[in-house]
């Protein structure tokens, strides 16, 4: 189990890119536009593998935890509440939802909702952070579950980008940019410290 923990922290290489909101502006300038409907595609693209590497990779974390507290307490039957927040892994259509923001209320559309379902990720990654810590304490492992309940106000954005007669959209287009860059680089902290973790469990057994 350890090997797919690992090949799957491995993976995020692929999946969990950052992406720099400047060069991406740019190029959508200096293509004329045309740079723009790759932005978004790359965006959504993202959001999905990251959301579905995330969940396979809870599935792991969970289970071994799950038995490393089964052999701490010398018990063969476990049962552990499960994360209650269901994971935002419903599938998004990249090349879709990048033509659709040809329309100007599609746009605040495909923004809209790459804020939301970023908010319900952040509040399963909490829910799911909760379960592995009260698992790892048998372990001796402390995991810091806050940073990942960012409340985010779409509506501020939508009024803004009215107000503004659309000009507040770059500022709430910046945002995701940055939220999810954020986002990837708490995560990246937290899987090096548990693969740290379960690699010390490893040795401590093989020694």
Request: charge should be positive.
């Amino acid at each position: 189990m350890l090997i797919e923990i690992e090949k799957n922290i491995e993976s995020r290489k692929e999946t969990d890119r950052v992406m720099w909101f400047s060069m991406w502006i740019l190029l959508s300038v200096a293509s004329f536009g045309i740079a723009w409907f790759l932005m978004i595609y790359f965006l959504i693209k993202r959001r999905n593998d990251h959301f579905s590497r995330q969940e396979r990779l809870e599935t792991l974390i969970l289970s071994r935890l799950r038995q490393l507290s089964k052999e701490k307490s010398g018990q063969q039957n476990s049962t552990s509440v499960s994360a209650k927040t269901e994971n935002a892994r419903f599938f998004r259509n990249a090349q879709a939802w990048a033509l659709s923001t040809l329309l100007i209320f599609p746009a605040f559309y495909v923004f809209y909702f790459l804020k939301m379902d970023f908010q319900k990720h952040e509040e399963h990654e909490h829910a799911f952070l909760m379960e592995a810590s009260r698992l790892a304490q048998d372990s001796g492992f402390t995991l810091n579950p806050d940073g990942f309940t960012k409340k985010f106000a779409s509506d501020r954005y939508l009024i803004l980008t009215i107000v503004t007669c659309g000009f507040g959209a770059v500022y709430w287009l910046y945002r995701i940019f940055n939220d999810y860059n954020q986002h990837f680089r708490r995560q990246w902290k937290l899987e090096d410290d548990l693969l740290r973790f379960f690699k010390s469990l490893n040795n401590s057994k093989a020694s």
